[in-house]
């Protein structure tokens, strides 16, 4: 099997999938860089298969190859696109929300439900315009200066009047969160994660699982291979959002358990007998 692994989303794991490619007996591609004209991804004739994990503009490069393949899809990590497709049974943790492109982001203070909690602003779109964050209910209930929050957040991330945003009432989380991988409808490993710290590899806790376990169990998959981004709010787990297993960070994840998954599935993929997810 041949790999494609960007540094950026390796990290400090990087010797250990070197390790275990290695043992596999598989061929390994290194690459590094924030451009889009990084290497080829495949010797020519190269004919096994193949999978990428990597960067978002390298993803979108490779999608129109066969090897590596990617397991990504830019339209079904939108919110707008997931969330009618997640059955009752999935603890999401923003339900209830409204869209609202980004020029009309002040007419929020007419929606007295934002007003007195608070509001939570993440773009539509998996690419990540800009991070999701939380604006208080001290804010939200003071038209002016909510209105100067905005043009900040618009200000500081270039962002176009068009570009669509998802808002729901906010609600506290804990610091650290869970990414848990979803590989042919199991849930087969995860890793905790922090914006402002890095995480040693812990046991997930049961509820944690538990949301993942419901989001592989429900009857639309993004993918065969995707990310479930939980949290834990109130000492409630809730599935926070969907990515792409092809583009989402390692973290300290266990290499061997993940790796494993994704190859069986990728090695099932490629002979027929596992039919891929159709857009």
Same mark, same amino acid.
Request: hydrophobic residues 45%; negative net charge.
């Given at each position: ?15 250990? =999938? ?34 990428? *994990?990597?960067?978002?503009?390298? %993803?979108?490069? *490779? ?19 997931? +969330? ?6 999935? #603890? ?5 929300? *409204?869209?609202?492109?980004?020029? !009309?982001?002040? @007419? $929020?203070?007419?929606? #007295? ?7 939570? =602003?993440?773009?539509? &779109?998996?690419?990540?315009?800009? #991070?999701?964050? &939380? ?29 669509? !945003?998802?808002?729901? #009432?906010?609600? /506290?989380? @804990? ?18 994660? &922090?914006?402002? @710290? ?8 049961? &509820?944690? +699982?538990?949301? %993942? ?22 000492? !409630? %787990? ?5 990515? /792409? /297993? ?18 069986? %599935? !990728? $090695? *099932?993929?490629?002979?027929?007998? +596992? @039919?891929?997810?159709?857009?």
């Amino acid at each position: 099997m041949y790999w494609r692994v960007h540094k950026g989303v390796a990290g400090d794991l990087l010797p250990q =999938i070197e390790h275990w490619v290695s043992e596999q007996g598989d061929t390994l591609q290194v690459v590094d860089g924030a451009k889009r004209d990084l290497p080829a991804p495949v010797p020519q004739g190269y004919d096994a298969p193949g999978l990428a *994990l990597t960067t978002l503009p390298d %993803a979108r490069d *490779l999608s129109w190859v066969a090897i590596p393949g990617v397991y990504w899809d830019r339209r079904k990590y939108e919110v707008s696109y997931y +969330l009618p497709r997640l059955a009752a049974e999935v #603890p999401l943790l923003n339900r209830g929300g *409204l869209f609202l492109p980004v020029g !009309c982001l002040s @007419e $929020i203070t007419g929606y #007295p439900q934002l007003q007195e909690a608070g509001v939570f =602003i993440r773009p539509d &779109s998996g690419q990540k315009p800009f #991070p999701g964050q &939380s604006f208080a209910a001290e804010l939200t209930s003071a038209p002016h200066r909510m209105g100067m929050a905005l043009i900040g957040l618009v200000a500081a991330y270039k962002l176009p009047p068009e570009l669509m !945003c998802y808002l729901a #009432p906010a609600k /506290a989380l @804990e610091a650290s969160e869970w990414r848990l991988w979803v590989v042919n409808r199991k849930v087969v490993a995860w890793t905790p994660y &922090s914006w402002t @710290e890095d995480l040693p590899w812990a046991p997930a806790p049961d &509820s944690v +699982l538990a949301a %993942a376990e419901a989001m592989a169990a429900n009857p639309w998959q993004p993918d065969i291979a995707y990310v479930v981004d939980v949290g834990i709010s109130n000492g !409630c %787990a809730y599935v926070l959002e969907l990515n /792409a /297993a092809s583009t989402s960070g390692l973290y300290q994840v266990p290499v061997p358990a993940l790796f494993s998954a994704l190859r069986a %599935a !990728c $090695i *099932l993929e490629a002979a027929g007998e +596992l @039919e891929s997810v159709p857009a």
